[in-house]
């Protein structure tokens, strides 16, 4: 089956394309490297020709309000227009658990734009809801950085190692699409406070972590369960100790 991957020189989407293509899929890895621009909408027809299932595991190159809003409604549009296009008979998209809770959050109102383009277009979909993965708690750590200490809530967070969320999307693209939403999330929950200080802990990181109530993420306030998953999610194999010594071992194994 041909599958184009757009946003597949990410972090999770070249971990999908080659998932796939272990497979045995013919996939094309789209991004404005390989010539195709979801904000021009540039390449997007030529890579779908012949595509069955499409993926976007894109993001917004900027997380300023105004920019992600932009990069979500116009990519979606620009998508879905090539989709069409092609027959596409699947459209798979990564977002967040929780994104509907988060709308305080200018990067979220984007998420939740994005959401909205593919319940309405009429392409067959599964929007996969994942929970924040391990290798982005280092840009949360940078994103309530204040002076020499992290402000972070102490809400609840689960958070997934990205070779587990890779798994899990390119099993949703050789599957029958949901219409619907299918959650993600890794196999333990801990307060986002106490997960960074282990994480500060493991990395030798010196500043210090501050329990902070009223610290917002992503310009948004969180309730205990805002980012948890339901009872029904998909969960992860990997923790945050597994993941970690994965880390080492692998940049070990590049030095
Ligand atoms: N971070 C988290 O914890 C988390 C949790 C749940 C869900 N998600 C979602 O997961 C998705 C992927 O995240 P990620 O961390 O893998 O992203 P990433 O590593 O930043 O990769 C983003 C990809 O999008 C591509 N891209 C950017 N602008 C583009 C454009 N105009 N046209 C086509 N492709 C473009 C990039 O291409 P370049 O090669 O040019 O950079 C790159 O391949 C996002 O939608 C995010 O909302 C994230």
New binding site residues.
Partial sequence: MKIVV?????????KVVKNLRARGHEVV?????SG?????GSGLREAMEGARVVV??????SFEDKAVLE?FET?GRNIFAAEKAAGIAHHV?????GTDRLAQSG?FRG?IA?EKLIRQWGVPYTIV?????F??LG??AKASANEGSVHLSGAYIQ??A?DD?ARAVADHAVDAPVNGVVEIAGPEKSRLSDLMQRYFTATGDARTVVADEGALYFGAQLAADTLLPGAHARLGAVNFDAWFRQGQSRTQAAH
């Fill in positions: 757009i946003g597949g020189s990410g972090l999770i989407g070249s890895a789209a991004s404005p490297a195709v621009d979801t904000m021009t976007d595991v894109a993001n917004s190159p990069f990519s998209a990564l977002s967040v658990v990067y998420k994005q809801q994942s929970t924040q993965f290798e982005f840009g949360i958070p997934i990205s969320v």
